[in-house]
T-cell receptor, first 112, second 112 residues
Framework: DAGVTQSPTHLIKTRGQQVTLRCSPK?????VSWYQQALGQGPQFIFQ???????QRGNFPDRFSGHQFPNYSSELNVNALLLGDSALYLC???????????FGPGTRLTVL | QKEVEQDPGPLSVPEGAIVSLNCTYS??????FMWYRQYSRKGPELLMY????GNKEDGRFTAQVDKSSKYISLFIRDSQPSDSATYLC????????????FGKGTLLTVNP
């Protein structure tokens, strides 16, 4: 049973560029949440997608946007990258009716 | 005041020791509580899930929640070098609030 998968593993971008990160949820899960984890910090909630809609958003600017596809996979897009966007981006999957979230391995984004 | 406070450590113990990890939280709306283990440069792995107050045991791990004092704990018995990781506490409110709120994590090293 495949767990949560994310791609790419690592990414290096320069300030001002745009990036797209991808996530496939655990089999049987229909809900995807995205978190940002800065070095030495706990994950911070960005947003959650369910039924192809964003149903909750954390305190992140509009530069952060997402999408969920009919197969429940999801993308996180970040525009106009800043140095402070350098972090581990984590995807977590769950079902629409449960609280338990399972995390993928993350994508490490470095902005130069 | 952060919603979830966790002593970042680091914590270093000898193999076989009992480890106690703790978090406090400020939001009375939090209803469920989780502990995740995160190895270096990996995604968080769910260890324990507890709903409301009480204890839950799984092998060498015991999670405790005291909602009256807003205090959550994870105990690890007979600690092993493979337990060396960062331990993150997380809380959630449930209902229509789907996000998890994390502590900063405690870095644990178990020495052989």
């Amino acid at each position: 049973d495949a767990g949560v998968t994310q791609s790419p593993t690592h990414l290096i971008k320069t300030r001002g560029q745009q990036v797209t990160l991808r996530c496939s949820p655990k089999s049987g899960h229909d809900t995807v949440s995205w978190y940002q984890q800065a070095l030495g910090q706990g994950p911070q909630f960005i947003f959650q997608y369910y039924e192809e809609e964003e149903r909750q958003r954390g305190n992140f600017p509009d530069r952060f946007s997402g999408h969920q596809f009919p197969n429940y996979s999801s993308e996180l897009n970040v525009n106009a990258l800043l140095l402070g966007d350098s972090a581990l981006y984590l995807c977590a999957s769950s079902t629409g009716t449960t609280d338990t979230q399972y995390f993928g391995p993350g994508t490490r984004l470095t902005v130069l | 005041q952060k919603e979830v406070e966790q002593d970042p450590g680091p914590l270093s113990v000898p193999e076989g020791a009992i480890v106690s990890l703790n978090c406090t939280y400020s939001n009375s709306a939090f209803q469920y509580f989780m502990w995740y283990r995160q190895y270096s440069r990996k995604g968080p792995e769910l260890l324990m899930y507890t709903y409301s107050s009480g204890n839950k045991e799984d092998g060498r791990f015991t999670a405790q929640v005291d909602k009256s004092s807003k205090y959550i704990s994870l105990f690890i018995r007979d600690s092993q070098p493979s337990d060396s990781a960062t331990y993150l506490c997380a809380t959630g409110s449930g209902g229509s609030n789907y996000k998890l709120t994390f502590g900063k994590g405690t870095l644990l090293t178990v020495n052989p």
